[in-house]
Structures are given as C-alpha cells and as structure tokens.
C-alpha cells in the first residue's frame, strides 16, 4: 500500500514539475547550451540583423550556385570540378535552412528568380557573368577562381555582420561557420591563384 502511495507521489510530483516547467516557458531544448544549426527559431528570439542575414544570404548563395553551374563544360581541372560540387550541394542545404528560418518568422523568402539582390554588395554583374560564360579551360578557371574568392569574401562580410548583430543563436552559428569554412577556401583559392 506504501509503495502504491509512493508510486503516485513520484508521478505527481514529476507531473507538477514538468506543469511548472511548461509554465515557464521551458523546454529540453530551451535547456542545452548550444542548439543544433539546423533548429528553427521563434519570432521572439531573433533581430533584424538576423533576418537581413537570410534574406541577403540566400540570394548570394544562388549567385554561388550560379557560378558554379558555368563549371560544367568549361572546365577540366579537378581541382575547380570538385570545388564546384562541394559549392552547390553546401550553399543549397544553407539556403533551405535559411529559407526554414524565414518561414517560421513569417517574413518572405527571396524568390528564385528576383534579380534586385544582385545590386548588393559582392553580387556579380551580368557583365561579369558573361564573360566567364566565354571562356573555357585555364582561362576560365583562373577567372572562376578569382571571382569566386571575390564572391565568398562578400558573404564573409555579411556573416560577420550577423555574427555581431544577432540573436537567433542558429543563425549567428550558421555565419561562424560560414566565416571559418569561406576563410578557409579563399586561403586555398589563393594559393591555386599563386
């Protein structure tokens, strides 16, 4: 008979302790330290900063994508191949993140085909887009290469700015990585250049 009442002490108890916690707005994830990159924001923890982030981000990364797409059938070097798949397969997982994060602030997602963007800073004209367009070969990557560090420097920038403004912890987790990795591969597109 004690053990039945001790049973239902405990459950009441546990039940209590997790009403209180509902109460208080808490929850497992509220909990951890760090939450994942991949976890989805509320209206309420985020800054302007971090909306301007993904809605500039995005379309920064299609130009990305854009770039790496003129790859295919210009070039042979394995090296800038390898690099352009790497490119297309990060940048399009980032923009369905990013993309995510807006939705749940109910802000508009930068549609696919609005060229407005491209008067941001670091985007590429469609001068500069063409005239890779007319080359193949080693004169083609090399011009890929140098605008393409161009280009990753530009969202180097606006990570930081996300970095230093932001709220939204998996959006500011985003833009460290993003300037850790890009940092990285300009070194490297540097010395390909060298």
């Not at 797409?69 to 297309?88: C, F, H, Q, W």
């Not at 939705?103 to 696919?112: F, I, Q, T």
């Not at 709220?167 to 490297?188: D, G, N, S, W, Y």
Request: hydrophobic share 45%.
């Amino acid at each position: 008979m004690s053990t039945r009442r001790s049973r239902k002490r405990r459950s009441l108890t546990a039940s209590l302790l997790v009403s209180a916690m509902l109460a208080a707005g808490c929850s497992s994830a509220a909990m951890t330290a760090e939450p994942p990159v991949q976890a989805v924001g509320l209206a309420g923890d985020r800054a302007d900063a971090d909306v301007r982030f993904s809605q500039e981000m995005i379309p920064h990364h299609r130009q990305t994508i854009q770039l790496a797409d003129l790859v295919t059938g210009r070039s042979e070097n394995p090296y800038v191949n390898d690099l352009a798949a790497k490119i297309k397969k990060k940048e399009a997982a980032d923009i369905d993140l990013m993309s995510g994060w807006l939705r749940s602030w109910e802000v508009e997602v930068p549609a696919e085909g609005d060229h407005s963007a491209h008067d941001m800073p670091g985007m590429l004209s469609a001068t500069q887009i063409a005239s890779l367009r007319k080359r193949s070969g080693a004169a083609f990557d090399k011009l890929w290469l140098s605008v393409l560090g161009k280009h990753l420097n530009s969202g180097v920038q606006m990570a930081q700015v996300a970095i230093a403004l932001g709220r939204h912890r998996p959006t500011t987790l985003l833009a460290e990585k993003m300037v850790t990795e890009q940092r990285a591969q300009i070194a490297e597109i540097g010395e390909k250049l060298a």
